[in-house]
């Protein structure tokens, strides 16, 4: 007995020794692994990289900026069935253990040691605490050192923060497949929902993805994809979450994913949505841009925007169709199966409705196409075949641009496709203007460029944008970032600053062949009207800017002086810096369409400086602005207390006044006449108030139109990017004002006909249409209201003092000499009033 006393004694003593050492053991391996656990304090102050979203002025999604595709969730927006689905995949005991789940560690050992030697896949027990711990603090080494760690910053972090604020920071910061980070950006990266819009099957799907993103691929995987959803629908019934019958229509549901791309989300709408994402790179830069989490509201009209883009692209491929038919984009074997060899050609895809696809045999009357199958999720060429019809109609338009045919219409199909030409079609459509059912029409991608930019001219805001045929095709933005020649459209700011220093639209200038000695040897220049060797002798301001008469600008510039007209062009922001040569006061220099754009702006206006934005605000990620377009003041509109009858809130208007309002409407009305009787009569068909400037450089190589409306402006060129001849009949009148007329149609079609306004002092003066001089009493078709500022109104008569006409004829008879200005001899000022 004394034996056994002393040997249980003995074991007693030896497993307490065991005891303390084991604890003493514990102890130094929790002390060793402590000393460097990072700090998870920093958890407090998390700030995840979030993407930065730009909306358009009506809230539809433009664009997304990130380097992992994140949106920051708080836990109270997080729907209850997304958070149990969540649980029920990875930590059943979540809101119950302490950071560490030790039934769920034995429930896993269990597990292990059933499928030992089954090659499955060991089941996880770490908790969503030690997935925060590890995906936050630590590395994915697998190690027991490493899970050690976790374990011990798993417990500390319990103790810091709530069971809430750990699930949020877990559900923001998993990666979840296909570039989401969050379940968030998961919702809308596979579904296209937000997360409150996920059925039970759409959340179970995400919750299961956590474990092995890429080994449930919703279309390389679809299987095991479903299969392991279905395990979570489960674990969500056994667990009381969901109701049995719900659960069994979920697992019945099929897997469809809606995936949702990177670039812009609004058709048409790539040029704004690049040209936005520079403006925030050069204000915040790269880590702001991607992972700062702004809101962006640009200023974009997605409506106006599609018009734009609409009748941009139809005047490109107009003009281009009229160029003749170069040939197919490429040539492809069509042996076997030709789709795949199709899907691998590169091809376009913002020209919707336009498809690429290749001919498969031809005839006289018509085509066979197979256009060009999709890919599906996963990148598999789609196996759907889709054909198509290409008739005689649809290929009128080709003729042969080069050889022996040039300029031919076509008499059958076959002479311009054969077998194996990749080729672009869209529908074609019938004389009642719909689709005619599997017919198409021929395409061929413009060579000719150009660009359009819509404003708002009390703002600046740019409503639409189109910065070419394709941005696909081309990233380069042809509204801001390609300097062109103006042309004629620069001469309205050679007229403002003659209206400001004296002149009145009646003032009468003399057209006729003007030499001048540039000096230097530079040679004599002589500056032709674009009717060569046709001169009206004497002419009116606001005849020769109807007419777009050089010889009358340069005289004007000649007199007024180029550093005059340089001030002007740099104040309106058409150029930084205007070279002192006549030239340049025909439009020589190159500027920009949303330049010209902003400085017709000003016109329209009344004269406010204007400066153009593509943003209206932006925000940080809590919500704050820190960057406002709108810089006006209003006043009362922060009223304590709320309405308490006080007077109205103001809005102060403190933006620098470039022009004198009075001189903006002489120009805006002049250029009315323009479009009345002028280079620009096509637009008229608006039916609209609409002043506007065609512009036509040497040899062509531009084609411009700047034109508005009492609230939209509007400017469009057309050439090439490499500069050739558009064609000797080419002119801005031609080419770019029916683009802005087709658009101004549909832009304007809602709103009333709104007359420009007509600001103080102004005097309204019937005076000869010609001639510039007050109409007398009884006299008919031939006047116009001309608009005068004070004291500048027309006599009754007057005359150019020896200066002969373009013909060589003195002054028509009747006119008395009454102002003759110094130094201007082919220059009559009505009035003598300077």
């Known amino acids: 007995m004394r034996l056994l006393v002393r040997f249980l004694g003995f074991l007693f003593a030896a497993g307490t020794v065991v005891f303390l050492v084991g604890v003493a053991g514990v102890a130094g391996a929790i002390w060793h692994f402590s000393k460097d656990l990072p700090d998870y304090s920093q958890l407090q ?34 729907p209850k069935l997304v958070i149990n689905a969540f649980l029920a995949a ?117 919750a299961a993805m956590p474990k092995a993103p890429g080994a449930l691929h919703p279309v390389r995987n679809r299987d095991r994809a479903i299969e392991r959803r279905n395990y979570v629908i489960d674990r969500l019934v056994e667990n009381g979450w969901t109701k049995q019958a719900d659960a069994d229509k979920a697992r019945k549901d099929p897997l469809v994913v809606t995936s949702r791309g990177n ?38 009209d997605p409506k106006m925007q599609v018009m734009a883009r609409k009748t941009m692209a139809a ?21 076997g199966d030709w789709g795949v060899k199709l899907a691998d050609v590169k091809s376009l895809g913002d020209i919707a409705p336009w498809r690429m696809g290749v001919v498969l045999e031809t005839s006289d009357q018509s085509a066979r196409i197979g256009f060009q199958p999709g890919r599906e999720l996963g990148g598999a060429i789609s196996k759907q075949r889709v054909t198509g019809i290409i008739t005689l109609d649809g290929v009128k338009w080709a003729r042969a641009a080069t050889g022996s045919t040039k300029g031919r219409t076509p008499t059958s199909v076959a002479q311009v496709l054969a077998p194996g030409d990749v080729i672009y079609a869209d529908p074609l459509f019938g004389k009642d203007g719909n689709p005619v059912e599997g017919q198409y029409r021929l395409r061929q991608l413009p060579e000719v460029s150009g660009a359009m930019v819509a404003m708002d001219p009390w703002t600046g805001r740019v409503l639409a944008m189109v910065g070419g045929f394709s941005f696909d095709q081309s990233q380069f933005n042809r509204a801001t970032q390609a300097y062109r020649q103006p042309g004629s459209s620069f001469k309205p700011l ?49 005849n020769a800017l109807r007419q777009s008469l ?111 309002p009075m001189t903006a409407y002489q120009i805006t009305s002049m250029m009315e006449y323009v479009v009345q009787a002028g280079t620009a009569t096509v637009v008229k068909e608006v039916g609209k108030p609409i002043a506007g400037k065609t512009g036509t450089t040497n040899d062509a190589k531009d084609a411009w139109f700047i034109g508005f409306s009492p609230d939209l402006v509007v400017g469009i060129y057309l050439g090439y990017d490499k500069p050739r001849t558009l064609g000797g009949k080419a002119t801005g009148g031609a080419l770019a004002a029916p683009i802005a007329r087709d658009f101004l149609k549909l832009a304007l079609a809602d709103k009333a006909a709104i007359p420009f306004k007509v600001p103080a002092g102004i005097k309204l003066v019937r005076v000869d249409a010609k001639s510039g001089m007050r109409a007398g009493p009884g006299e008919g078709g031939r006047t116009i209201l001309e608009a005068f500022k004070p004291g500048t109104a027309p006599p009754d008569n007057y005359s150019v003092i020896g200066v002969a006409d373009a013909d060589g004829r003195t002054p028509q008879q009747g006119f008395q000499p009454l102002y003759q200005p110094e130094n201007s001899g082919n220059i009559m000022r009505p009035g003598g009033l300077y």
């Open 315 to 335: 005047g490109l491929v107009n003009y281009d169709e009229g160029q003749g038919w170069r040939g197919a984009v490429s040539k492809l074997d069509i042996s």
């Open 45 to 78: 102050d998390y700030e995840p990289p979030v993407m930065t979203r730009v909306h358009a002025s009506d809230g539809a999604l433009l664009g997304e900026y990130s380097k992992e595709r994140r949106l920051y969730l708080p836990i109270q927006a997080v």
């Open 263 to 300: 670039g812009a989300h609004i058709f048409a709408g790539e040029y704004f949505a690049e040209e936005v994402r520079r403006d925030i790179f050069e204000r915040y830069g790269e880590k702001k841009l991607y992972e700062g989490g702004l809101s962006v509201r640009a200023t974009l």
């Open 494 to 542: 050679v007229y403002s600053a003659a209206m400001d220093n004296g002149y009145t639209p009646s003032t009468v200038v003399i057209d006729a062949p003007i030499e001048i000695d540039q000096g230097q040897g530079a040679g004599v220049w002589r500056p032709e009207n674009y009717s060569s060797g046709k001169y009206q002798g004497a002419v009116t301001l606001r």
């Open 550 to 660: 050089n010889t009358v600008t340069v005289r004007l510039a000649q007199d007024i002086g180029m550093p005059l007209i340089g001030e002007y062009a740099r104040r309106f922001g058409v150029y930084d810096e205007l070279p002192n040569f006549l030239s340049y006061s025909l439009g020589a220099g190159e500027t920009t369409v949303m330049r010209m754009v902003t400085a017709y702006s000003m016109f329209a206006n009344g004269g406010r400086r204007v400066k153009p934005t593509l943003i209206d605000r932006i925000q940080d990620r809590y919500g704050h602005t820190i960057f406002k377009h709108d810089a006006r003041e209003c006043r009362g509109c922060d009223a304590p207390g709320g309405w308490k009858n006080q007077p109205e809130p103001q809005l102060v208007d403190r933006r620098e006044q470039v022009l004198d």
């Open 90 to 206: 990875e930590d059943k005991n979540f809101y119950e253990h302490g950071g560490i789940d030790f039934q769920g560690m034995a429930r896993a050992a269990v597990v292990y040691a059933q499928n030992y030697g089954s090659n499955k896949r060991p089941q996880g027990a770490s908790t969503i605490t030690q997935q925060v711990a590890k995906n936050f603090l630590l590395t994915n080494e697998v190690s027991f050192a490493r899970k050690i760690k976790e374990a011990l910053l798993a417990m500390r972090i319990e103790r810091a923060y709530s069971k809430d604020r750990i699930l949020e920071l877990y559900l923001n910061e998993i990666y979840l497949g296909l570039g989401a980070y969050g379940i968030a950006a998961a919702s809308l990266v596979y579904f296209d929902k937000s997360v409150n819009e996920l059925s039970i099957a759409e959340a179970a799907y995400l």
